[in-house]
């Protein structure tokens, strides 16, 4: 079978679906949820190897170490970016954690955006640097010259993400990908905000992908989960050691299960997500009451260029400002009826957050404004309802700013 053949819409609804076999006679539609946390084996056997069984060659022996449901999403998460390998994890955070333990040793220097999901700048601060003894030196990476004189002999890893949250800004994948090789140094890239659907950044030269599968590979806001895919046998060995024996923090079945479910209809959810993004963006840029919208779909965005090059779309995450204050913020995102005020991203219902009081309140106030991060900025996730329901709503709540 070769899978590179088919279009990753066909992909996200069948990939590792065929062949499923649960009782003699039984041919599964859909990969069954496998509970079992343990399995019978045929015999002894002197040559097993427990950190790299291999479940293709069915394999099974404890579901810490390889599990039927956690197999099949790996399977399809790498066909969709192109892999060969993936691992699915128990959350975005422990897929980071386990890849930056991959590759990292104290007394080693990481190159990393400014602009990093709050979670992960947090994790590399306060475990990495204070107890690890790694150096972290953040960059604005939207210009490549920054990574570049970044950069020294100790450095691994060089860790991006693009568009970031909740600027939108972009880093050339690309670019830094021709840095890391030079220096010989490793290149991360979180591609949570786009989706393999939208960016696929191992084809651009990174050497290893992690995802938030929470946001848009699951896409129903009901499981967290995480993933890292790569091209490369040394991370991936590193990486199967440490999920399956070093931390043990791989994905239950059961959200296994519901996300390769969610993933069938990603191709389709991630276009409506666009389609609906990009005119709530172009409303939002054209009422009065709105100093300046953030969306790399639109002309505006200084970085459009960029975002048209090396990604397949734009995404369904946009941020905006109002021309009001704090508590006049606050007013607005009172009026509105069909976003709720929650963190979080990448679902089918449109989301909204404060980034001031909610993922970015643990920045100084001078962190934020040095950042761009002001009171009266929000950020949407806009999700796959009809976008007339969306706009007349968003209309309303701003006829009082
Ligand atoms: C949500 C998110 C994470 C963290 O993932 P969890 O599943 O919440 O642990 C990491 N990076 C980005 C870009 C995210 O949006």
């Not at 949570?192 to 995802?211: E, I, K, M, R, W």
């Not at 069909?338 to 009081?357: D, K, M, N, Y």
């Amino acid at each position: 079978m070769n899978d590179y053949e088919l279009t990753r819409e066909t992909l996200a609804v069948t990939h590792g679906e065929r062949g499923q076999a649960p009782a003699p006679g039984v041919e599964d539609v859909v990969v069954p949820l496998h509970l079992s946390s343990t399995y019978s084996v045929p015999d002894v056997d002197p040559d097993a190897d427990l950190e790299l069984l291999d479940p293709d060659a069915g394999e099974y022996l404890y579901s810490r170490l390889s599990n039927p449901t956690r197999n099949a999403l790996e399977h399809r998460l790498a066909a969709l970016e192109g892999a060969e390998h993936a691992l699915a994890f128990v959350s975005g955070t422990a897929a980071i954690t386990a890849t930056m333990t991959a590759m990292i040793r104290p007394g080693d220097h990481i190159v990393a955006f400014e602009d990093l999901y709050g979670g992960t700048k947090t994790m590399l601060n306060r475990l990495f640097a204070e107890r690890l003894d790694v150096d972290v030196t953040f960059v604005d990476a939207t210009d490549v010259a920054n990574v570049e004189d970044a950069m020294r002999d100790e450095t691994r890893l060089i860790w991006m993400e693009t568009p970031t949250n909740p600027l939108m800004h972009l880093c050339d994948i690309e670019a830094i990908a021709a840095i890391a090789d030079e220096w010989d140094t490793i290149f991360g890239v979180d591609n949570t905000f786009l989706s393999p659907y939208f960016q696929n950044p191992l084809s651009l030269g990174a050497d290893v992908v992690v995802h938030s599968t929470t946001k848009y590979l699951n896409g129903h806001s009901d499981s967290i989960g995480g993933a890292v895919v790569t091209n490369r046998d040394d991370i991936m060995d590193e990486l199967a050691f440490l999920q399956r024996v070093g931390m043990g923090s791989m994905l239950s079945p059961f959200d296994s299960y519901l996300t390769l479910r969610g993933i069938k209809t990603l191709p389709l959810r991630m276009r409506q997500h666009e389609e609906n993004a990009m005119e709530i963006a172009r409303f939002l840029e054209s009422h009065d009451a709105v100093t300046r919208v953030l969306y790399p779909g639109l002309e505006s965005h200084p970085q459009h260029e960029l975002a048209a090059r090396q990604q397949s779309g734009y995404g369904g995450v946009l941020s905006f400002e109002l021309d009001t204050d704090l508590d006049g913020t606050a007013e607005f995102l009172g009026r509105l009826r069909e976003f709720p005020l929650a963190v979080s991203l990448g679902g089918v219902e449109s989301l909204i957050e404060h980034p001031a009081t909610m993922t970015h309140s643990p920045l100084a106030q001078t962190e934020r404004d040095r950042l761009g991060i002001s009171n009266s900025l929000l950020r949407m996730s806009v999700g796959v309802e009809h976008v007339d329901d969306l706009l007349a709503d968003l209309d309303a709540a701003l006829a009082s700013v």
